[in-house]
């Protein structure tokens, strides 16, 4: 267990209504953006997607910190954090929805449009199991109140895809024109923003160069971006 001075990022997760609210008020924002991205054949929330009006319209969702909420794990595990942990304690426990996002989904699937999960929770084998982080992680996915299945949940070290998630968002677009992206992190956005290099990155982000990214791409943030709340942890913490 943590010590007794909790880190106050994991306080305000746990206890601060204002959690709560900036988690409303980022998917009552996607509601109200919702049918003019789908009207508008013209639009992608992937600034490099072109020709892709004849597409089916998808959103793109991360997981832990924009799905579920992971601060009951976050309080309770023995540093230092490992994926086996991670998937132990979601496999033992009934994940936390984050405010919003079951009233969004419910939504966009309404309209038509197409939901899928990137998440960085690696597929790796445990015993006679390729991939048991995939059912566990449906099932998270399940406990706040959204159904999915395999096909929509897309995790990292499966496919040959790594931690940086610009691939997996190409991935969905080649079927799909993406209208919306949902995400803690700045990597659920942009490319290549973390200091250790992923395939297909070549270059090490600095905590400048993410600065940068945002500054160059301001027009989309709250404008098909969408970024929920996250103090405990992320690719912020090693940018330097």
């Not at 601060?71 to 919003?100: C, M, S």
């Not at 566990?136 to 070290?157: F, K, M, N, Y």
């Not at 993406?178 to 290099?197: A, N």
């Amino acid at each position: 267990m943590r010590g007794e001075e909790e880190d106050l990022g994991l306080l305000w997760v746990k206890h601060a209504a204002e959690y709560e609210a900036l988690s409303l008020q980022a998917y009552r924002a996607a509601e109200k953006d919702l049918a003019g991205f789908v009207e508008d054949t013209s639009w992608s929330a992937l600034p490099w997607q072109q020709d892709a009006a004849d597409l089916p319209p998808a959103v793109i969702l991360d997981v832990d910190e924009t799905v579920v909420s992971n601060i009951d794990f976050q309080r309770a595990f023995e540093p230092p954090f490992t994926n086996r942990k991670h998937y132990e304690w979601n496999r033992d426990n009934d994940a936390l929805p984050v405010r919003g996002v079951a009233s969004f989904i419910r939504k966009a699937r309404a309209a038509g449009v197409t939901v899928f999960f990137v998440t960085n929770r690696p597929c790796a084998a445990i015993g006679d199991d390729a991939c048991p982080q995939r059912a566990v992680t449906i099932g998270d996915i399940a406990d706040t109140g959204i159904d999915t299945d395999a096909e929509h949940v897309l995790l990292s070290q499966e496919r040959g895809w790594t931690r940086e998630k610009s691939t997996r968002r190409a991935y969905v677009a080649e079927n799909h024109r993406v209208i919306m992206l949902f995400g803690d992190d700045l990597g659920d956005f942009l490319p290549c923003i973390r200091s250790k290099i992923y395939t297909p990155c070549r270059k090490a982000a600095t905590a400048a160069s993410r600065s940068r990214d945002v500054e160059e791409h301001r027009d989309y943030w709250g404008a098909g971006w969408y970024v929920l709340p996250n103090p405990m942890h992320g690719s912020w913490t090693s940018a330097h």
